[in-house]
């Protein structure tokens, strides 16, 4: 069980601003949405994360639904350096407690020159 | 930041054998989680350790065993391999703050002939 479900695809032209969702209907009070990306060869990256409030980093912006059941990760300005597969998961608010953290299968993103 | 270290990158075993990765986290941060991906796939959790001990375990049979030290190092045993463990390993450690994010290295490759 996955827990939130992700497109298995999308391409964007460089340049241009992507919008990547994520469904987590299943959502507690207490889960933060991640997301981490993942470049060929590589560990995952961690892009930004948030609880309710809309959140803003160097690399991204992430907008979380009213009901926080879906959420989108913004890239304004895709460069061909951001195709990787696109991760969103729930953390529970404690890392410590017997939390199985769970990554579906992405969303491959390409990029078009 | 010194980053999340593994070694090895690559290694090729033999089915029933046994083999130890291995992991070096930043400094300072005490929950270090393993996981297991395979070609195509996302992550999946194997277990994670808070202050030396395991505190949560996804669904892998006890031949997957690991151990955290001290020194913000830690280790992944599989014993009795099978053909099905060829796959990247990857750790990520997390900082104490509040909902820290997720620090994962490059992996290790791990085939089993």
């Known amino acids: 069980d996955a827990k939130t479900t992700q497109p298995n695809s999308m391409e964007s032209n460089e340049e241009e601003p992507v919008h990547l969702p994520c469904n987590h209907s299943?959502?507690?009070?207490?889960?933060?949405i991640h997301w981490y990306r993942q470049l060929p060869s590589q560990g995952p990256e961690y892009v930004i994360h948030?609880?309710?409030s809309n959140v803003n980093n160097r690399m991204a912006s992430l907008a979380i639904a009213e009901d926080r059941k879906s959420s989108t990760l913004i890239l304004h300005r895709a460069t061909l350096r951001d195709a990787a597969v696109y991760y969103c998961?729930?953390?529970?608010?404690?890392?410590?407690?017997?939390?199985?953290?769970?990554f579906g299968t992405g969303t491959r993103l390409t990029i078009i020159p | 930041e010194t980053g999340v270290t593994q070694s090895p990158t690559h290694l090729i075993k033999t089915r029933g054998q046994q083999v130890t990765l291995r992991c070096s986290s930043q400094?300072?941060?005490?929950?270090v989680s393993w996981y297991q991906q395979a070609l195509g796939q996302g992550p999946q959790f194997i277990f994670q350790?808070?202050?030396?001990?395991?505190?949560g375990r996804g669904n892998f049979p006890p031949r997957f065993s690991g151990l955290q030290f001290p020194n913000y190092s830690s280790e992944l045993n599989v014993n009795a391999l099978e053909l099905d463990d060829s796959a990247l390993y990857l750790c990520?450690?997390?900082?104490?703050?509040?909902?820290?994010?997720?620090?994962f290295g490059n992996g290790t490759r791990l085939t089993v002939t």
């Open positions: 299943t959502i507690s009070g207490t889960d933060y």
């Open positions: 990520a450690s997390t900082g104490p703050e509040y909902n820290s994010p997720l620090h």
């Open positions: 948030g609880l309710t």
């Open positions: 400094s300072g941060h005490n929950t």
């Open positions: 998961i729930r953390i529970r608010e404690s890392n410590f407690g017997n939390e199985k953290l769970t």
């Open positions: 350790y808070y202050r030396e001990e395991e505190n």
